[in-house]
């Protein structure tokens, strides 16, 4: 049985044709594959569908009919979407002529409600497991495309299922994705195994300047790094899961550079760690064990002032 919010988008899915879904800027597996399979449930259902993200969707190749994401919105829409993403200011310019859109659907706990409808779940493991829930509910068919998209998203928001959050509903759902013919092998190589040439040279520029103290493990890619190296992206090429993995870290830090004031922060927490705190104060937002914020001012004074507010919320944690 449908609850009333489910009925609501069902019908407003039905009764509008010209669709924008977009998410957020230097999207990952999650934000594109989630616009993807709505995207594509949506045209097979008929409707007229713009996939818009501001960034590229370098990486994401593998994943079904991607030529279709563009980066500028073209004309009119009737209705817009937003996924995987906790405010507005994230989505980047996509919907500057438009407004507050139609439908968020995330699973940030950070999420502000800043649509017209909400569907925040942040007990899910990605937004594409809210949406595999709830595409049926809105008359949506999940085939062969949508489902390795959906699964994209999961795989890569899990990191290979290694989260902590992820439980035994969501290997459940992996299962049903991969009946409707998703390749979970295929995924997890494309998602999480190959590297390009130039990405792993980006993380050599990252390790060289490497620092642990306390707990924390942190370092740094500037503009000059990108621009030497050749890297296509904004991002850190996902340099922050490595850093993560490393046995004396309770909390990574990854700082890169965007601009000469602007600076990108990730953080990844052990267990039991809260950092989203720290990223909704700098104006960012994100989960307990991974969260991000742009922050504006120089590399050496954005990295200083937010290694202290890691250190004190380390220090915090370890005296209660």
Not at 3 to 16: G, T
Not at 159 to 164: D, E, N, P, Q, V
Request: with cysteine; net charge negative.
């Amino acid at each position: 049985m449908m609850n009333s919010i489910d009925q609501q988008i069902a019908d407003q899915l039905n009764q509008n044709h010209r669709i924008l879904i977009t998410s957020h800027v230097r999207p990952d597996a999650d934000a594109v594959g989630s616009v993807l399979a709505i995207g594509l449930a949506l045209k097979n259902a008929g409707k007229y569908v713009q996939m818009v993200l501001e960034d590229d969707t370098a990486g994401f190749e593998y994943l079904p009919k991607i030529q279709l994401v563009k980066q500028v919105p073209d004309g009119d829409v009737d209705l817009a979407i937003v996924l995987d993403c906790s405010d507005l200011n994230r989505v980047g310019h996509v919907l500057n002529d438009y407004g507050k859109p139609d439908l968020v659907v995330d699973h940030h706990k950070t999420n502000l409600n800043f649509g017209i409808n909400n569907i925040v779940e942040p007990e899910q493991v990605a937004t594409a497991e809210i949406l595999f829930d709830h595409l049926p509910k809105w008359g949506l068919t999940i085939d062969q495309d949508v489902a390795t998209c959906l699964l994209a998203g999961i795989v890569g928001d899990t990191i290979g299922f290694r989260t902590s959050n992820v439980n035994s509903a969501t290997m459940r759902r992996t299962a049903e994705l991969m009946d409707f013919g998703a390749d979970l092998a295929r995924i997890y190589r494309e998602e999480l195994v190959l590297q390009s040439y130039k990405a792993v040279r980006y993380w050599g520029a990252g390790l060289i300047r490497l620092q642990h103290e306390n707990g924390i493990i942190w370092t740094s890619l500037t503009l000059d790094d990108r621009q030497d190296i050749g890297y296509p992206g904004n991002g850190d090429a996902d340099l922050v899961n490595i850093l993560s993995s490393v046995r004396e870290a309770e909390i990574a830090l990854i700082f890169v550079e965007q601009s000469q004031n602007d600076v990108k922060i990730s953080w990844r927490a052990r267990p039991g760690l809260d950092v989203s705190g720290i990223a909704t104060f700098l104006g960012g937002g994100g989960h307990a064990a991974a969260a991000g914020a742009d922050v504006k001012g120089s590399l050496e004074n954005v990295q200083k002032r937010v290694i202290l507010l890691t250190k004190k919320l380390l220090e915090q944690r370890k005296s209660e």
